[in-house]
T-cell receptor, first 115, second 109 residues
Framework: DAEITQSPRHKITETGRQVTLACHQTWNHNNMFWYRQDLGHGLRLIHY???????NKGEVSDGYSVSRSNTEDLPLTLESAASSQTSVYFCASSALAGVNTGELFFGEGSRLTVL | SQQGEEDPQALSIQEGENATMNCSYK?????LQWYRQNSGRGLVHLILIRSNEREKHSGRLRVTLDTSKKSSSLLITASRAADTASYFC?????????FGQGTELSVKP
């Protein structure tokens, strides 16, 4: 069965360190998204990609970057981790994009703690 | 912020009762989706309602959409303890799919 997997599921790091969260999907979807989830804020869009070599900023992109070198993967990098980036991160993918965006398929999340 | 506003933030009911959650946005809505999230898990898609639809049913779920009020509601009928979860709406806004802040539903047996 097709799926979307995130790794690591849990990570503790220190302020200032670079961190990369992996996201891999086997749906063959062109569209991939990274969200962060915090109490009181729901899910907020960080970055998204509509295909290989395409990346776009979301609502809360400062301090994060992504790259899309193939269809399956969209790694999220925190260049210099800050305590404010302690959160649960979700990767998602979809078959359709734009105003016709349909169902998003979510990974199980990566819980990041920055000390 | 473009985020959707959900109401109530938390809802506690008894098994067998109906649960209603509401969602509203500040700008116009095209298609609107509802998702469910069990504790510690990823979100799972429940239902999508298109802008030309006013009401849609799926099993015990009933979703309405009022584009003039930029709002939607999710009704879960005859709730079960297994319906305990957080529920999120999501709408396409400003070129992106934007989620509401969620309603935490607790169904007591």
């Amino acid at each position: 069965d097709a799926e979307i997997t995130q790794s690591p599921r849990h990570k503790i790091t220190e302020t200032g360190r670079q961190v990369t969260l992996a996201c891999h999907q086997t749906w063959n979807h062109n569209n991939m998204f990274w969200y962060r989830q915090d109490l009181g804020h729901g899910l907020r869009l960080i970055h998204y990609s509509y295909g290989v070599q395409d990346t776009n900023k979301g609502e809360v992109s400062d301090g994060y970057s992504v790259s899309r070198s193939n269809t399956e993967d969209l790694p999220l990098t925190l260049e210099s981790a800050a305590s404010s980036q302690t959160s649960v991160y979700f990767c998602a993918s979809s078959a359709l994009a734009g105003v016709n965006t349909g169902e998003l398929f979510f990974g199980e999340g990566s819980r990041l703690t920055v000390l | 912020s473009q985020q959707g506003e959900e109401d109530p933030q938390a809802l506690s009911i008894q098994e067998g009762e109906n649960a209603t959650m509401n969602c509203s946005y500040k700008t116009s809505i095209n298609n609107l989706q509802w998702y469910r999230q069990n504790s510690g898990r990823g979100l799972v898609h429940l239902i999508l309602i298109r802008s030309n639809e006013r009401e849609k049913h799926s099993g015990r779920l009933r979703v309405t959409l009022d584009t003039s009020k930029k709002s939607s509601s999710l009704l879960i009928t005859a709730s079960r303890a297994a319906d305990t979860a957080s529920y999120f709406c999501a709408a396409f806004q400003g070129g992106k799919l934007i989620f509401g802040q969620g309603t935490e539903l607790s169904v007591k047996p």
